[in-house]
T-cell receptor, first 112, second 113 residues
Framework: QQQVKQSPQSLIVQKGGISIINCAYE??????FPWYQQFPGKGPALLIA?????SEKKEGRFTISFNKSAKQFSLHIMDSQPGDSATYFC???????????FGTGTQLKVEL | DTAVSQTPKYLVTQMGNDKSIKCEQN?????MYWYKQDSKKFLKIMFS???????INETVPNRFSPKSPDKAHLNLHINSLELGDSAVYFC????????????FGPGTRLTVL
């Protein structure tokens, strides 16, 4: 059972464009929604995160939009750069042990 | 300064063997985790320890046994390795069991032949 669904599986964006990755969840007990960035051969690293009582969070070129009623959230990368090329994972946390459930990942490639 | 380190980085072994992966964090964190990332990059939690106490134990075969000798170390021992165990295993840590961020190690790529 995939509790966090992520799309698209892969994404190609031109330099300077906007990258958008979408996630949907089912479990209303999730209380924290992070996005992790993973470069080849490396472990995932926290990029940005949001709590369900906030509809949007922006950090530099990265923005999370959160729609609690629809149980959906998305990552927007503005002015995408080749250095942003990586795999992005959305996740959702259930409390009591800090258990993260990850989406299936989106491989982003930003072309010149 | 390495925050979360894993050894070895690569592990190639035959089916049926027993192997261990070691993880150490020098961040002073109380909580540590093991994740499995399969060939499709799907990342799934396996175990979590908080101050040497097991707090998350997902549906993982009994062949997998985590051991935490102290709160800075969380090792993963795998018995009777199977082809399907081939994956990248990530260790992670967080300041506490309620902390937001988890810090991941570089991963150990296990290949079972």
């Amino acid at each position: 059972q995939q509790q966090v669904k992520q799309s698209p599986q892969s994404l190609i964006v031109q330099k300077g464009g906007i990258s958008i990755i979408n996630c949907a969840y089912e479990n209303t007990a999730f209380d924290y929604f992070p996005w992790y960035q993973q470069f080849p051969g490396k472990g995932p690293a926290l990029l940005i995160a949001i709590r369900p009582d906030v509809s949007e969070k922006k950090e530099g070129r990265f923005t999370i939009s959160f729609n609690k009623s629809a149980k959906q959230f998305s990552l927007h990368i503005m002015d995408s750069q080749p250095g942003d090329s990586a795999t992005y994972f959305c996740a959702a946390r259930t409390g009591g042990g800090n258990k993260l459930t990850f989406g299936t990942g989106t491989q982003l490639k930003v072309e010149l | 300064d390495t925050a979360v380190s894993q050894t070895p980085k690569y592990l190639v072994t035959q089916m049926g063997n027993d192997k261990s992966i070691k993880c150490e964090q020098n961040l002073g964190h109380d909580t540590m985790y093991w994740y499995k990332q399969d060939s499709k990059k799907f990342l799934k939690i396996m175990f979590s320890y908080n101050n040497k106490e097991l707090i998350i134990n997902e549906t993982v075969p009994n062949r997998f046994s985590p051991k935490s000798p102290d709160k800075a170390h969380l090792n993963l021992h795998i018995n009777s390795l199977e082809l399907g165990d081939s994956a990248v295993y990530f260790c992670a840590s967080s300041p506490s069991r309620s902390s937001n961020e988890q810090f991941f190690g570089p991963g150990t790529r296990l290949t079972v032949l």
